[in-house]
Each structure stands twice: as structure tokens, then as C-alpha cells.
């Protein structure tokens, strides 16, 4: 059973950091990616970073890059999401999903359907 638990949410004023992290479990297969998306009021899934565990590639979202830095502690099963430079748009509920099996790809960030295990998300919240 594949179970993912999101924490490190809160308010911080723009230009501020926080720290996401994904307490994982279940992953069961050689490769699989972990990736975080964040949904917004009135806004679609969106894809933020992704990171295969337990080998090495990374992708981000264009909006992320630069910012936002995604990495894991394997001894920990956990993955972080590390967000500084932070801007009002960048608020919402920050979702951990997972996809066992495979690798990542960048246009996975596009495509939440690919990812059956979700997280309940935390929400950040980020002022002017």
C-alpha cells in the first residue's frame, strides 16, 4: 500500500521560503517517481517537480526553476521540495503523488492522471 504524507506548509510573505516534505511508503518497484503539483482555486493541476527514486533525474515546471529545488533522503523515504523567492501565485495546496515503475519525464508535469497515489496536500500561502 502506497501511502504519502505532505508536511512543512504554512504563510510566509513574498520573497520568503518554506520547505514541503513527502513521507513516503509502498514504493515497491526499482524505479519509481515522486513528483509535486500544486492546485489552486480555480486553477488546473499543476505540475511543480519531479524526482525519481530511488536513482537520480530531476524536472521542474518553468515557474519552478530557478526557485524551487526538489530532492530525497532514501535512508528517510522522504522527498523534499525546497521553495524559496516565494510569490503570491505560488499559493495553493501542494500535493505529493507518486508512480511506481517507471521513470520520470518532463511532461509528467503536465499530466496528473499519470500519478494513481496522491498525498492530502498542504497548503501554502504566500502574501505580498
Known amino acids: 500500500q502506497v501511502q504519502l504524507i505532505e508536511s512543512g506548509g504554512g504563510s510566509v510573505q513574498a520573497g520568503g521560503s518554506l520547505r514541503l516534505s513527502c513521507l513516503h511508503s509502498?514504493?515497491?518497484?526499482?524505479?519509481?517517481?515522486i513528483s509535486w503539483f500544486r492546485q489552486s482555486p480555480g486553477k488546473e493541476r499543476e505540475g511543480v517537480a519531479s524526482?525519481?527514486?530511488?536513482?537520480?533525474?530531476?524536472y521542474y515546471s518553468d515557474s519552478a526553476k530557478g526557485r524551487f529545488t526538489i530532492t530525497r533522503d532514501n535512508a528517510k523515504n522522504t522527498v523534499y521540495l525546497q521553495m524559496t523567492g516565494l510569490r503570491p501565485e505560488d499559493s495553493g495546496v501542494y500535493l505529493c503523488a507518486a508512480r511506481l515503475g517507471g521513470f520520470c519525464y518532463q511532461d509528467y508535469l503536465e499530466k496528473p492522471t499519470e500519478f494513481p497515489y496522491w498525498g492530502q496536500g498542504a497548503q501554502i500561502t504566500v502574501e505580498p
Open positions: 524526482i525519481e527514486v530511488p536513482v537520480r533525474d530531476l
Open positions: 509502498g514504493l515497491n518497484k526499482p524505479y519509481n517517481c
